[in-house]
């Protein structure tokens, strides 16, 4: 067991857990459990991190100062053995200043120096996240690291409008869910290796602490991952069909066991204590069964950290509208989506209606009020919430993805009367954007429509991940298309080929073209020509860069 106070003030204080996430689970602990283990059982830490953390604390002196010293007098309430303060018991203006345990400073080029202790051994830590520098003070322990964002690394200047590099990450909101099936107990820690006798939960936490993407599973092939856009394999041998189906069963509740076995088509979020969630999807095929499951992040990126250009910014505080989120599958848009409906969350007072399927990433409201909506669960398809979400008194209307003429229609038709609606949709560019979402209509209906679109629309985000040079991470290019009179009068009057002559004379307003992200990412070096030039926009002006070290 650990001091909670203590902990709760070192979590804040080095942005492993915000203020809202531990004054919600602040309610949870008993004497027999602490805010670490209500924290790890939630996913917002991982095993390893709450074992590091008990080890300090354990290791402090036992007169640093307690945070009840800073709450005396303050009316606070017990709970246990602990003073807590009833209406916020871990407020950062009552918390105070940590004793000096580590410096730390991100570095911008992603290498890892440290400086030597009073013992002359080097204090270093490796991250999957950021890495750090970090000079010992007075702890013999180290504090954990964040928890790493699986989906992409860190983005390293990944081009906002202005063409700096995207500055030091600041505070990341995790993002708890509820248990999706019962008796998913947790693990301590990922095994060092996977097999055919690995748990169903061994091979989670496997993927998650490889920082994997996603984890794949089939009949005849070995266990693979899918690690910064590759896929590589984690056995030697092939996995059989019994094998197969244990890890099957392990995962699903009997209910639906049985119903992917009538269909032969299953998609669920499994939820694993201390390892977060997980997207998983089972089909039926040839050779048997396969499992494909995607590794959902922890946290929602804050803007910086996503390295969104900063005009990007300006679209999350329209009133109404239409805002998309597009690119290849497996590029980030879910992420990039978040981090727009965080910052709304943040920001605002409004309604937040989302219409997902299935819901991966579980937002805690903060100023506004969300309602998050699953396809079959809670609702027939997408057009029937759509239909019921104008009758919830929404402000903002989140889709998860835009794929049908009906889901379309809707969605403009809502951004038209008065709401702030974002989507995402599996195009590569926003001139390619627009031309699918009007041809998606009857050609008797398109004029009508492109004067809808000129009207609605706000801006188009369109990106795509790159595997980083130096092979540990990914990184994100971004297409930026504004809407301003001139692009709106070229939807009006069908010229959208002619986006990128207004994009390009647009770049002072804050639009950016994914040719001029993707030389950026080329020129710092930190991404390679052969991976940037078959996303170009225009392939043949990279071959310069081809060769190239």
């Known amino acids: ?19 809202e996430q531990l004054i919600a689970c602040w309610p ?8 670490g ?49 009833s209406d916020s018991p871990v407020s950062p203006a009552d918390v105070a200043p940590p004793e000096p345990v580590a410096e730390i400073r991100y570095l911008e080029d992603e290498t890892w120096t440290a400086a030597p202790d009073e013992g002359g051994e080097p204090s270093v830590r490796k991250t999957t996240r ?120 392990a995962a699903l509740t009997p209910a639906q066991l049985k119903d992917f076995e009538a269909t032969g088509d299953l998609e669920i979020i499994y939820t694993l204590n201390g390892w977060g969630r997980y997207r998983v999807t089972l089909i039926k095929q040839r050779r048997g069964w396969d499992v494909t499951a995607r590794v959902i992040p922890s946290r929602i990126r804050g803007f910086e950290e996503a390295g969104l250009p900063e ?6 505080k ?26 709304v969350n943040q920001e605002r007072h409004d309604h937040i209606i989302t219409i997902e399927e299935p819901i991966e990433i579980v937002y805690e409201p903060a100023h506004c009020r969300i309602t998050q909506r699953q396809i079959g669960p809670h609702t027939l398809s997408r057009d029937a919430a759509l239909r019921a979400a104008l009758r919830e008194d929404p402000d903002i209307i989140v889709i998860s993805e835009l794929r049908d003429l009906d889901t379309i229609r809707l969605a403009v038709s809502a951004a ?29 209906e398109q004029g009508i429509i492109r004067n809808m679109i000129s009207e609605s629309l706000r801006g188009v985000i369109s990106q795509q991940l790159l595997p980083r040079k130096d092979g540990m991470g990914m990184l994100p290019a971004f297409e930026v298309l504004l809407v301003n009179t001139a692009v709106s009068n070229m939807i009006r009057k069908d010229e959208a080929h002619q986006l990128g002559t207004a994009m390009l004379t647009g770049k002072s307003s804050g639009m950016v073209l994914l040719d001029d992200s993707l030389r950026y990412l080329i020129d710092k070096g930190m991404v390679d020509a052969a991976e940037a030039m078959p996303r170009a926009t225009n392939p043949k002006d990279f071959e310069k860069y081809l060769g190239r070290r």
């Open 1 to 19: 067991m650990i001091d909670n106070q203590q902990a709760a003030q070192l979590l804040f204080n080095h942005r492993m857990a915000s203020q």
């Open 28 to 35: 949870d602990i008993l004497p027999e459990k602490d805010i």
């Open 37 to 85: 283990m209500v924290l790890m059982e939630k996913g917002i830490i991982t095993p390893q991190t709450y074992r590091e953390l008990a080890a300090y604390l354990n290791a402090r002196p036992a007169a640093s100062e307690p945070l009840a010293a800073a709450q005396s007098g303050a009316g606070g309430a017990s709970h246990g053995d602990l003073a807590i303060e």
């Open 130 to 249: 950021a890495e750090h520098q970090i000079k010992k003070a007075s702890a013999s322990v180290s504090l954990p690291a964040v928890e790493p964002f699986i989906e992409s690394r860190p983005p390293v200047g990944s081009i906002p409008s202005s063409g700096a590099v995207a500055p030091d990450p600041g505070p990341r909101t995790a993002v708890p869910g509820p248990i999706a099936r019962a008796g998913s107990a947790g693990i301590a820690e990922a095994p060092a290796s996977v097999g055919p006798e690995s748990t169903w939960e061994g091979l989670l936490a496997f993927a998650r602490a490889n920082e994997a993407a996603d984890l794949h599973l089939s009949a005849g092939n070995p266990i693979l991952l899918r690690r910064y856009g590759s896929l590589q394999a984690a056995t030697q041998g092939p996995m059989d069909q019994t094998c197969l189906r244990a890890w099957v069963e």
């Open 311 to 316: 005009s990007t910014r300006e679209l999350t």
């Open 318 to 343: 329209w009133a109404q509208g239409l805002v998309l989120v597009t690119g290849p599958v497996g590029c980030g848009k879910s992420s990039t989506l978040a981090t727009l409906v965080e910052m």
């Open 416 to 444: 038209e009367t008065g709401h702030l609606v974002f989507g995402t949709m599996n195009t590569t560019n926003a001139a390619r954007t627009l031309f699918r979402l009007v041809d998606s209509f009857p050609p008797e």
